[in-house]
């Protein structure tokens, strides 16, 4: 056991076949960096080493995790459900926030890839709050060194600026240098999955992508069905991924496109269905048989690895496809059968290495191909290593649920710099009042919306929704996706959220609670992202005059006048799910939504 000075920082290592330091790299502006070496003379098998210290629990409020989604409480030392990380599943990162929403103490690794536990606890002994990372918690292959860097950020600032902090060092590592994110990742996205699942129809889908392409949508997603003619939703003919389904792809992606659409094809990459072709094949060659789903196939043979980029190659080539949905990346990890050797035929023994390699491999092929080509990746694969190989991550599955798909766009969003975050694609029951369908819409605009309706079904007013609403994230999207992005109220699910971007800022209100009026911008927008049809502002100081237009969910301007915003607090009267569009140029009463 050794002791680190500046934050006593526990060593806790049971064997002895390996040498452990960490040593202080930097210190500066509130931020600490440690290096961390495990190393022996000859090859070692890596057993658990834990880093472990404290800070007292001073204003602290909450606990912040990749996807814990609703819970941010403050744990206990007796709850020993920790955070696991490792590359295709979250992202080896804490942040304790106070009840200002400010940084406490923020911090992560360097290794995004292999796996590791985190956690932050309350003793109640002592009253406070225990940080701990442990490498190497499952089992490893031999080696003679490994080197990683942990970052302590206990600096005075709004805990998500930590967090972008966090992702910005991560993308100085030579290894997580992020993908390029071409125009089309960053536009609306009509999803299949909810309104079709497997049943897809050709006719049908070309019919939705001509309203769609109406309503601002540019990227339709072909989810599970195109592969297989079989409706049980399960994976038993995953692995051969013939389009027995569309047998002309070609010509039906061509179709597509004449609707001014482009097409991006779901895969599940790890699945291999019993019923496939692949399965007899690759026979012995699968990380697992016992999976729920399907055969897990093993990334460590290379001509596993071969067969997938072949199959993702020839997509793009053959089919003129635009880009994929790789489906189900966390599957590959190591099983309880799993060999970890680099023996009969295998060329790695590191699953999560393995997986590297593969994703590496598929993202030059594709890019050698098609550069703009789009690649989406779901929670809980949206860590910084999945970074490299992605340019949509996604908000896990929540149909219907507007308060989850927030929480998770907001999550993702803090930690991934330029990567386009997807929301999850809103859906509702086609009795829902108007304005309860537009909260499905406006609780995923801080992302990039994603709608899986269906368009020839919708009503007139219902198609205007989703019409402005669209439209108006399109026309502000640079706001949205590349301003200045504050989450308030996490342990509230974010229910105010604010971008600014040059002289505009847009302010997401999601629950009844008071906006302090801070913009120094010309122009605010207050989306009233609730069923409430009041929006109170108070202010400090006094910003003088505004020219205020209200517009209900589907564009209809509601009430146009000048207000004074001074110190004190103010009402705007607002139609629920409608917009506020507040300028100071009071000149002209024409507003570009």
Known sequence: MKEILTHNIEVIQKSNDFQVDITLLEEQNGVTIYNINFSSETEFQPQKVTFKWKIPVINVKGVWKPTTDFAKRIMDDWELDHMESRISVDSPVISLFGHDDGNIITFACSDAINTKKLNALYREEDNCIYCHISFFTERYHEITDYNAQLRIDQSHQHFSESLKNVGKWWESFENLTPAIVPDLAKVPVYSTWYQFHQKLDEDDLIKECKIASTLGYELIILDDGWQTNDENRGYDYTGDWYPERIPEMKNFVSRIHTTGMKLALWYSVPFCGKKSKAYKKFKGKFLTEEHRWAPVFDPRYPEVRQYL?????????????????????????????????????????????????????????????????????????????????????????????????????????????????????????????????????????????????????????????????????????????????????????????????????????????????EEKTNRIDIINGQLNTKVILTSNQNYGAYHCVTYDCTGKKVQECDIMILIGAIQIKVPACGLIILEKNTETGNVLF
């Open 309 to 517: 980029v072949s199959l993702y190659v020839d997509a793009l080539e053959a089919w003129g496809i635009d880009g994929f949905k790789l489906d189900f990346i966390d599957e590959f990890k190591v099983y309880p059968s799993t060999k970890l050797t680099k023996e009969e035929g295998r060329d790695y023994s590191s699953v999560n290495l393995a997986v590297d390699r593969l994703m590496t491999d598929i993202m030059s092929s594709l890019h050698a191909i098609n550069p703009e080509v789009v690649i989406e990746f779901r929670q809980k694969y949206t860590g910084p290593a999945m970074r490299k190989y992605g340019n949509m991550f996604r908000a896990f599955d929540c149909p219907g649920d507007s308060v989850m798909n927030r929480v998770r766009i907001t999550d993702i969003k803090m930690l991934c710099g330029e990567t386009a975050v997807h929301s999850d694609m809103f859906t509702y029951h086609e009795q829902e009042p108007l304005e309860i369908k537009a909260l499905q819409l406006v609780n995923t605009l801080f992302g990039v919306p994603q709608l899986s309706i269906l368009l020839q079904k919708a009503t007139s007013d219902e198609l205007s929704m989703i019409d402005f609403y669209t439209h108006y994230w399109r026309n502000h999207s640079d706001v949205f996706l590349k301003g200045k992005f504050t989450p308030q109220k996490p342990l509230a699910n974010y229910s105010l959220l604010k971008s600014s971007l040059g002289e505009h800022t847009i302010i997401g209100l999601f629950d009844n609670y008071i906006i302090d009026f």
